[in-house]
């Protein structure tokens, strides 16, 4: 008999609820338990959600609203709880650090209250910040609790590239690595579309101008800014992202995607998260992919660690 699997959404706010519609129109789990700091609103998000599943569209999933306890049978709990960066306001996710740290320790307290074993997937921002402390400071097993770090970014890179090339962001392989957040950056060593490297790809995909390489790293991380400045939050993205985290591991996928947890030497690199590309599977991380990166792309990755580190030390974390 096959398995029933059940996803905790804990957050439901703009990012927590767009997680909860696209985990329902996957098909993610059978079983969505929604918990929030406010029940009224974990239970106002269950129950339109129960509604959207009488549509034929949508599987018959079980969604409804609980407390902490709920995690205790949880396969995959996504975390996405916690202020966000608003518009008019500094355009730095490390901002968020100070009040975000303390809005992830009492959830992280509650939740291992009734479980270890659950893969956590976290989105809170500042991503690499939250997630290290709450994979250093509770006793979580290694790799079973990491963020979603450069998945969205490297979404956006790919899909710039691909529309840059006309050809399907799908087809386009390539990561953006580090920090998710401004010190984020493209690593161009790993670009290619079909087999054909980055140095070749003007003389075998169509394009109307030249490849600026400086500026589609800007475009990457500004396009988060143009989104929340436009409509005042960002969700839809990084819902999908989170999503395509969670199937990975629901289905077994051993997929490569980059995402943040704590270095442990890599590239000389020990008292941060940030993302490299992992395989993802039902235990969470199976195995990071420290990648043969070029130097300046080392030294981009060194300069995004110091960066969160800093953020760390600030607020006491690391010494």
Sequence with gaps: MLKTHKLAIIGLGHVGSAVLAR???CQLAAEIVCIDIKPEVAHGEAVDATHSIACALTPNVHVYSGGFEEVKDADVIICAAGPSILPGGVMDRLTLAKENIAVIRSIMTEVT?????????MITNPLDVTTHVAATEFGYPEGRLFGTGTTLETLRFK??????YHVDPT??????????GNSAFPAWSTVSIGGVPLEKLDDFFEHEEGFDCEKVGGEVVNTA???????GWTNT???????RLAKAVLYDEHAVLPVSMPFSGEYGIEDVSLSLPSVIGKEGVLKRVPLPLPAEEEDALRKSAES????????????
Excluded: P, W
């Design 23 to 25: 985990a329902i129109a």
């Design 113 to 121: 209250k009734y479980t270890r074993e659950a893969v956590f997937i």
């Design 159 to 164: 899909s710039i590239l691909g529309a840059h």
């Design 171 to 180: 087809d386009v392989q390539g990561y953006m690595l580090g920090e998710h």
């Design 225 to 231: 800014y143009d989104v929340l400045n436009s409509k």
């Design 237 to 243: 993205g990084i819902a999908m992202g989170a999503c």
């Design 308 to 319: 969160v580190k800093a953020v760390l030390r600030g607020n006491g974390v690391i010494a």
